[in-house]
């Protein structure tokens, strides 16, 4: 798989040499639209390195003043891979103007009904409102999001 291979063969021995001229920088990161499932484990293992810290559905703590709240899935798009994508609200209806459906399984793509899809996944609200809020008296936070939806405000 191309995106497992970037990681491994580029990604990583370049994280791994930043870090090590850089041990006190932190690097976060939030996979995209475009980035297959499958990837998230790669990048897993990355985290359990110690490389990066992954902010999808998490809170993290940047200081301690701050924390960091990310939510990676994105609304509808024109592009084929939906593996991260989600309908804004539970009732909106799921768009026809796609030039197909394609979902990661495994090491490979395969076609899949956009109803079975968008219908088998919580939407953008419900998921949003399921992120962790943020805890203390900490009242500087930044959300991380790849996409906010073109109807779900915040």
């Avoid at 791994?16 to 475009?34: A, D, H, K, W």
């Avoid at 088998?120 to 409102?129: F, G, T, V, Y």
């Amino acid at each position: 798989m191309e995106q497992e291979q970037f990681v491994l063969s580029y990604l990583q021995p370049a994280l791994e040499g930043y870090c090590s001229r850089f041990p006190q920088v932190r690097i976060f990161t939030l996979m995209g639209n475009n980035d297959w499932l499958e990837s998230h484990k790669v990048m897993a293992k990355l985290e359990k390195q110690g490389l990066i810290q992954n902010l999808d559905g998490r809170r993290l703590d940047l200081d301690e003043r701050y924390q960091l709240i990310g939510y990676g899935n994105v609304n509808p798009t024109p592009f084929r891979i939906k593996d991260a994508e989600r309908l804004d609200y539970p009732d909106d209806t799921i768009p026809t103007a796609m030039r197909g459906c394609y979902c990661s399984q495994g090491r490979k793509v395969v076609a899949v009904d956009p109803q079975k899809h968008y219908w088998s996944h919580p939407s953008m609200a419900e998921e949003l409102e399921g992120l962790p809020q943020p805890v203390g008296d900490r009242k500087l936070i930044v959300s991380s999001m790849h996409h906010p939806g073109t109807r779900v405000w915040i």
